[in-house]
């Protein structure tokens, strides 16, 4: 994985992103030596954005099937949640 100063991001811009991105899947940019963000592609990140809700799909399911879920009225909701 490359790495990325916040400076080098800010003197060479995109160029530096592309170069990191050219032989690695994702850059980590540091701010003052410590890692702080990923940049990674945009096809990548859909995927893994997919799998993110897919994920909560399964657990949502998980719950409806194991009984841990509330069926009430939006105003019953709205009375729970000032309790």
Same mark, same amino acid.
Request: net charge positive.
């Given at each position: 994985m490359n790495? !990325? #100063?916040?400076?080098e991001l800010k003197t060479k811009?995109?160029?530096v992103v592309e170069s990191a991105l050219s032989n690695s899947e994702e850059? !980590? !940019?540091t701010?003052?030596?410590k890692q702080k963000y990923v940049i990674i592609e945009m096809e990548k990140? %859909? +995927? &893994?954005r997919d799998y993110e809700l897919e994920i909560a799909l399964l657990e949502a #399911?998980? %719950?409806v099937a194991e009984g841990r879920?509330? #069926?009430?009225?939006?105003d019953e909701h709205i009375e729970? &949640? +000032?309790?």
């Open positions: 790495s !990325i #100063t916040a400076n811009g995109v160029t850059a !980590i !940019i701010v003052r030596g990140y %859909d +995927k &893994l #399911t998980r %719950d879920v509330n #069926t009430e009225s939006v729970r &949640l +000032k309790e």
